[in-house]
């Protein structure tokens, strides 16, 4: 009967390694999917911001290769030579003492305004919930970059 219960203790000590093996093979995945879901939210938020300032004049996104379809190439498009052409827009300035939330656009300030409401933490889910918006996963991470750019300049405790 010994030898049944030690064969037992190496079998269930085999699998428990496995399963840290695994479990540590999870988080580096989920570090991988973090990584890789904030890089799509900022080129989303950079295409929006891009579409904006031309007016919707950019060519439509080519499908993935390998979706059935070949992929055209896009043409470049010529530069425009214009006395007034923007560089870069800043929608969230940094933090400076006295500064209100009405500084800031308006999906921003929603946000400030719900997370200030509610007084505690809150996840991106909730807050998209309170704001009347879908949860879904493109507007969660869209809102998750505009949370962590509130924090990156130190406007996420501003009062409202």
Request: glycine letters at 10%; a negative charge.
């Given at each position: 009967?010994g030898?049944?219960?030690?064969?037992l203790?190496r079998?269930?000590?085999g699998v428990r390694?496995?399963?840290?093996?695994?479990?540590?093979?999870?988080?580096?995945?989920?570090?991988?999917?973090?990584?890789?879901?904030?890089?799509?939210?900022?080129l989303?938020?950079?295409?929006e911001?891009?579409?904006e300032?031309?007016?919707?004049?950019?060519p439509?996104v080519p499908?993935?290769?390998?979706?059935?379809?070949?992929?055209?190439?896009?043409e470049?498009?010529?530069?425009?030579?214009?006395?007034?052409?923007?560089?870069?827009v800043?929608?969230?300035?940094?933090?400076?003492p006295?500064?209100?939330?009405?500084?800031?656009?308006?999906?921003?300030r929603d946000?400030v305004?719900?997370?200030?409401?509610?007084?505690g933490?809150m996840?991106?889910?909730?807050?998209l919930a309170a704001?009347?918006?879908a949860d879904?996963?493109?507007?969660?991470e869209?809102?998750r970059a505009?949370?962590?750019?509130?924090?990156?300049?130190?406007?996420?405790?501003i009062h409202?």
């Amino acid at each position: 009967m010994g030898s049944l219960l030690d064969e037992l203790a190496r079998r269930e000590a085999g699998v428990r390694q496995r399963i840290e093996e695994i479990r540590e093979q999870i988080a580096g995945l989920e570090s991988r999917l973090e990584a890789e879901e904030d890089r799509l939210s900022r080129l989303l938020i950079t295409r929006e911001t891009v579409e904006e300032i031309l007016g919707g004049a950019v060519p439509p996104v080519p499908a993935p290769a390998g979706e059935g379809r070949p992929v055209e190439p896009v043409e470049p498009v010529e530069p425009v030579d214009a006395p007034s052409l923007v560089r870069g827009v800043v929608t969230v300035p940094p933090w400076r003492p006295g500064m209100s939330a009405q500084v800031l656009p308006q999906a921003y300030r929603d946000a400030v305004e719900i997370m200030a409401d509610a007084g505690g933490a809150m996840r991106a889910g909730q807050i998209l919930a309170a704001m009347g918006v879908a949860d879904e996963a493109a507007k969660r991470e869209g809102l998750r970059a505009k949370l962590k750019r509130l924090v990156e300049r130190g406007l996420s405790l501003i009062h409202t």
